[in-house]
């Protein structure tokens, strides 16, 4: 059974920048899709950015493209998201997510997910 544990989250000022980490452990990371969601106060888990096994493609919500990247480190089992001119829109907890299957089907295809970590962005 996939485990998943992010870091990285914390308190920073809009416009300051914060990266995510997300160790991943009990099977073969790279054959795998990775992707992060958010979710506010409130409101529903959204999709964030995702990232195929093979490294090749990348998928952003609308709303953080330009401003946030993804990336795997398929050695050290780890996906990464950058997170740049921070707005205080994009508070929220973050979670890693991974899919069941080798294969990336959209935001609707992961199914394992981290315990989140908080990013709170200031005014």
């Known amino acids: 059974q996939v485990q998943l544990v992010e870091s990285g989250g914390g308190l920073v000022q809009a416009g300051g920048s914060l990266r995510l980490s997300c160790a991943a452990s009990g099977r073969t990371f790279s054959n795998y899709p990775m992707g992060w969601f958010r979710q506010a106060p409130g409101k529903e888990r959204e999709f964030v950015a995702a990232?195929?096994?093979?490294?090749?493609?990348?998928y952003y919500a609308d709303s953080v493209k330009g401003r946030f990247t993804i990336s795997r480190d398929n050695g050290k089992n780890s996906v990464y998201l950058q997170m740049n001119s921070l707005k205080p829109e994009d508070t929220a907890v973050y979670y890693c997510?991974?899919?069941?299957?080798?294969?990336?089907?959209?935001?609707?295809?992961?199914?394992?997910w981290g315990q989140g970590t908080q990013v709170t962005v200031s005014s």
């Open positions: 990232i195929t096994r093979s490294e090749g493609s990348t």
């Open positions: 997510a991974t899919s069941s299957r080798y294969f990336y089907l959209g935001p609707e295809g992961f199914d394992s």
